[in-house]
């Protein structure tokens, strides 16, 4: 841990130290074979002492040191024995004290005193509405505001794991309420700070997303006109998400935690709008479609009496055109297919 002089912040300076081990494999066989010499050294010094024949020679002594060695040292020495999968790390404690942090696969040996810490294994504090369930592979399963975690026991997992927050009901920038739920992807990198600077960092990581995702939702609308090029929840999600992330990584730098990628699963009106929200659309659909329509026809109409003008095919008059428009209009803009007319006299 560094210390910054004229700060009081004391718990955001943890910075991660390795932890002093030896190889795990050498210790395992050196204190076996102990064990075993002090087994020999024990049965071979019990029978002096019990006969009565112990002097010239410590006997008593011996056998008291591999009693000594045996039930007492060479079981603590085992404590001291820890194996870590790919991937995985603890935080070692020394009476109170960060001692350093074991990271890497293999099977090593640390001083037999030091406590291994994981804030997340342990559950979170009074009064959160979290739950711990134990799982087959002797871990534990962390429940709570719409999170679950696996996290192993006593172990830090360095692997990038899923939280998928439950939908939340948040208010975009023209205050309609929308239903909106994210998915994030992270992993620990710092496991001083992960350990030591928050209570329990998935509990944190959780409410830090809910908290960014309100900030960063009210800044934009659910939906915007392709038009006006403002950005919009459905229509700029992967902006959007790009924002998330980057305030979620702003909030638990403190923790120690990467966010590596953060992506809208959910994305809707709230229930009590989204009638009304989807007639306006339809509304707007309709609008367009008939606008569409309506220039289209007046491009044909345009075309088809300029042909008939350039070719002379026939003379028509300002009522005769009017006429034509008329019909055209209603040919090319109506919903239903036309009926043909024979008109065998004239309009006049």
Not at 41 to 56: C, E, L, M, Q, R
Not at 81 to 97: D, M, S, W, Y
């Amino acid at each position: 841990m560094s210390e910054k002089p004229g700060t009081s912040e004391r718990q955001l300076h943890y910075e991660e130290i390795k932890a002093k081990s030896t190889s795990g494999m050498m210790i395992l066989i050196l204190n076996i074979a102990l064990m075993i010499g002090a087994i020999i050294g024990f049965i071979y010094g019990i029978g002096p002492v019990d006969k009565g024949t112990a002097s010239g020679f410590p006997w008593l002594g011996l056998v008291i040191v591999c009693a000594f060695y045996f039930f007492l040292i060479g079981p603590f020495l085992f404590v001291g024995l820890k194996i870590l999968q790919p991937n995985e790390a603890l935080v070692l404690t020394l009476f109170g004290k960060y001692y350093g942090t074991l990271r890497g696969e293999g099977f090593f040996f640390v001083n037999p005193f030091v406590v291994a810490v994981n804030p997340a294994s342990a559950g979170a504090p009074a009064g959160t509405a979290v739950s711990i369930e134990k799982t087959s592979s002797g871990g534990k399963s962390i429940h709570g505001h719409g999170v679950s975690v696996k996290v192993p026991n006593k172990k830090i997992s360095l692997k990038s794991m899923t939280m998928n927050n439950e939908t939340q009901k948040i208010n975009d920038e023209l205050g309609n309420p929308i239903i909106i739920g994210i998915v994030v992807i992270w992993k620990v990198v710092n496991t001083a700070k992960a350990a030591f600077n928050v209570d329990n960092y998935v509990e944190f990581l959780s409410i830090q997303c809910d908290s960014s995702l309100r900030n960063i939702v009210r800044l934009y609308p659910y939906d915007a006109s392709t038009e006006d090029g403002e950005k919009s929840l459905r229509g700029s999600s992967q902006e959007v998400a790009e924002k998330i992330k980057e305030e979620i990584q702003s909030r638990v730098d403190v923790a120690g935690l990467e966010i590596l990628e953060a992506r809208i699963t959910h994305l809707a009106y709230a229930p009590e709008i989204a009638a009304a929200m989807l007639q306006r659309q339809q509304a707007s659909a309709i609008i367009a479609a008939r606008q569409m329509i309506v220039e289209g026809a007046v491009g044909m109409v345009e075309m088809a009496l300029s042909k008939l003008s350039e070719n002379n095919i026939v003379e028509l008059d300002e009522e005769r055109k009017a006429a034509m428009v008329s019909n055209l209009l209603v040919v090319l803009c109506g919903n239903k297919d036309p009926q043909p007319i024979v008109n065998s006299g004239t309009i006049y």
